[in-house]
């Protein structure tokens, strides 16, 4: 199964940006539609966005124009790049594949 490790959560004021990392393992890393879920406290995890082996986006309605994710197959790494966070983003972040695997996590507190 493929190993799956997110980076660059972290603390950040409302407005603020950040960029998350989501590390790949596998020597076909490049094939796998990658997507970006959310699970904030006290609620279900979401989905918030995919980016297909071909590059097509996909985002869920609240994060789209403020959030973006891209793909470098060469480094397999996928990241979701945050911008105009709001308190409401606050979350641990994880990456997944449709295959199956996922992250750990990555903590993205968003406050002033």
């Known amino acids: 199964q493929e190993q799956l490790v997110e980076s660059g959560g972290g603390l950040v004021q409302p407005g603020g940006s950040l960029r998350l990392s989501c590390a790949g393992s596998g020597s076909i890393f490049s094939t796998y539609t990658m997507s970006w879920h959310r699970q904030a406290p006290g609620k279900r995890r979401e989905w918030i966005a995919t980016?297909?082996?071909?590059?097509?986006?996909l985002y869920i309605a609240s994060v789209e124009g403020r959030f973006t994710v891209t793909r470098d197959n060469a480094k397999k790494t996928v990241y979701l790049q945050m911008n105009s966070l709001k308190p409401e983003d606050t979350a641990v972040y994880y990456c997944?594949?449709?295959?199956?695997?996922w992250g750990q996590g990555t903590q993205v507190t968003v406050s002033s």
């Open positions: 997944s594949n449709n295959m199956g695997s």
């Open positions: 980016v297909t082996r071909e590059s097509i986006t």
